[in-house]
């Protein structure tokens, strides 16, 4: 019998089972499909304490969110890395706002209704800049948009802008990252196994589990936790069979992406006449993201694409900002996903909290549920679900994750570029992208996927865009890769640059590797 069973793949689940099997708890996680194949590979791509948030008064959320980003930056300095963010400030543009801070601004100085102010943007950057502690990162700095080179691609009347930190994830990875890490520390990651049915006992869960081939198998646990994201109010109130109060609000957040829009390395922070906020970042080198829409979603069973609506309000939203106007032909890919936040009867998507909250069921054997989160808080909220933990179930260790490295970030912030010289020293036949790839994707462990290679063809078949053979088997070793999507959507982003043809290739290669 097992201490914990997990539903739920995402980073929430992951992150858990991490956290639990290090602690010495015994861990089986299921997760119907591939690990980090819905919600968790569909965000905006951000360690950040949610500047936005503030005018929510979400201090506190805000400040735990502050204080991760260097926490989790230094255990993972091969997928996370500091970015400056751009937010460009006009006096005149106003905004329909509906933020609790808004609404007071606007009773204490009605004549500023719908505008937020210099003075009201620089202090949100003061309280930005010193509620977590700040250490790595540089602080707000004000830019004059007529000389810095942020300004070049903007329109002529934004003249000066703030520029403030956050950082970067490859969120796909940072979920099976920690899954690795979980099951090196003794934990059982199942994929593609769907839970079909739960019988709850007097001292234990009943747990049926199919597989992709169709074969059932059975596992008991003393406790059951429900990380199954957009699914999980349905799965407590349905096949659990619990009264546990709570339930998810499901949120779209779509994203486009198109090709590069400029040249340096910094992100945009706009705001909209609608006041909502949207992000433009540099992404994988040769293109930029923009992002994200707030859309309630109907029903988590119904796949989230980017409506052609959606499209058209990212496009115009930049299009408020940028001298070059960007058309639906520019958009290259979309993608998007289903928030599945707390329900706490917000009257929008966009102001339905991100804050996560856990419930504790005792009735017989215990069941805990996580109701919402946000990327930059997983590791928190894996702490906060063992506390919970600890009140059915004896756990002799207490929280320690913070700062230990996850797989390939064994290494100094500050040591990216070194690692990419000593791999191209080491391996000459790569390229300088090659090389920076690599790294960025698996750190240290570089060395583990090219292993005693002389030259690109001891890596085998060449797939396209520098995706090799041994990187394939290594993943598929290693990373539960089951098809191409896992690997060319989720384990890297090199299905922007694959055509159909290297894809199907990829895909009939891995399926033999699978099946043999």
Not at 410 to 428: C, H, K, M
Request: hydrophobic content about 40%.
């Amino acid at each position: 019998m097992r201490d914990l069973f997990i539903i739920g793949g995402g980073i929430n689940g992951c992150g858990i089972a991490r956290d639990a099997a290090g602690r010495g708890l015994s861990v089986t996680l299921a997760e119907q499909g591939d690990l980090a194949s819905a919600t968790s590979s569909a965000s905006t791509k951000l360690f950040h304490g949610g500047l936005r948030y503030l005018e929510y008064f979400e201090f506190r959320l805000v400040r735990e969110a502050l204080i991760e980003r260097e926490v989790l930056l230094k255990a993972m300095p091969h997928i996370s890395w500091p970015m400056r963010f751009v937010l460009p400030y006009e006096r005149e543009m106003r905004f329909d706002s509906e933020t609790p801070a808004s609404k007071l601004l606007s009773a204490v100085m009605p004549w500023m209704k719908g505008r937020r102010p210099a003075w009201m943007i620089r202090l949100g950057l003061f309280l930005y800049d010193h509620l977590g502690g700040r250490q790595i990162l540089p602080g707000t700095r004000t830019l004059d948009l007529k000389t810095d080179p942020a300004g070049a691609v903007l329109k002529e009347r934004f003249e000066r802008a703030y520029e403030y930190s956050d950082c970067w994830v490859q969120d796909a990875r940072l979920v099976v990252l920690n899954a690795r890490d979980a099951a090196a520390r003794g934990a059982e990651i199942l994929t593609r196994t769907g839970v079909i049915a739960a019988e709850r006992l007097a001292d234990r869960w009943a747990i049926t589990l199919r597989r992709a081939d169709g074969s059932e198998t059975r596992v008991e646990a003393k406790m059951l936790i429900n990380a199954a994201g957009p699914w999980a109010g349905e799965l407590l109130h349905g096949m659990l069979g619990s009264h546990t109060p709570g339930d998810v609000r499901l949120v779209r957040g779509s994203h486009i992406v198109t090709p590069r829009l400029y040249d340096h390395d910094k992100c945009y922070f706009f705001q909209g006449r609608d006041g909502r906020i949207i992000f433009s970042i540099p992404y994988e080198e040769e293109f930029t993201l923009i992002g994200t829409t707030d859309a309630d979603h109907p029903d988590p069973a119904t796949p989230p694409v980017c409506t052609e609506a959606e499209r058209d309000y990212l496009l115009a939203f930049a299009n408020e900002y940028f001298k070059r106007p960007l058309s639906p032909a520019d958009v290259v890919w979309t993608y998007s996903g289903v928030r599945p936040l707390y329900d706490d009867g917000a009257s929008s998507a966009t102001a339905a909290t991100r804050d996560y909250v856990l419930r504790l069921d005792r009735e017989a054997a215990p069941l805990l549920t996580v109701f919402g989160g946000k990327i930059t808080t997983y590791r928190r909220l894996a702490e906060g679900a063992l506390e919970k933990i600890a009140e059915a179930l004896p756990v002799a260790k207490g929280p320690w994750t913070a700062g230990v490295a996850l797989p390939g970030g064994d290494f100094a912030v500050t040591g990216v570029s070194e690692l990419i010289e000593r791999l191209l020293a080491d391996y000459p036949f790569l390229t300088a992208a090659w090389a920076r790839r690599l790294i960025r994707c698996y750190g240290t462990e570089a060395r583990e996927v090219l292993g005693a290679a002389k030259t690109a063809a001891d890596l085998g078949r060449d797939f396209g865009a520098t995706l090799s053979q041994a990187e394939v088997d290594w993943a598929v070793a290693r990373e539960w890769v089951r098809g191409a999507e896992d690997m060319i959507w989720r384990r890297t982003k090199l299905g922007l640059r694959l055509s159909a043809a290297q894809v199907a290739e990829i895909e009939a290669y891995i399926r033999g590797r699978v099946t043999r």
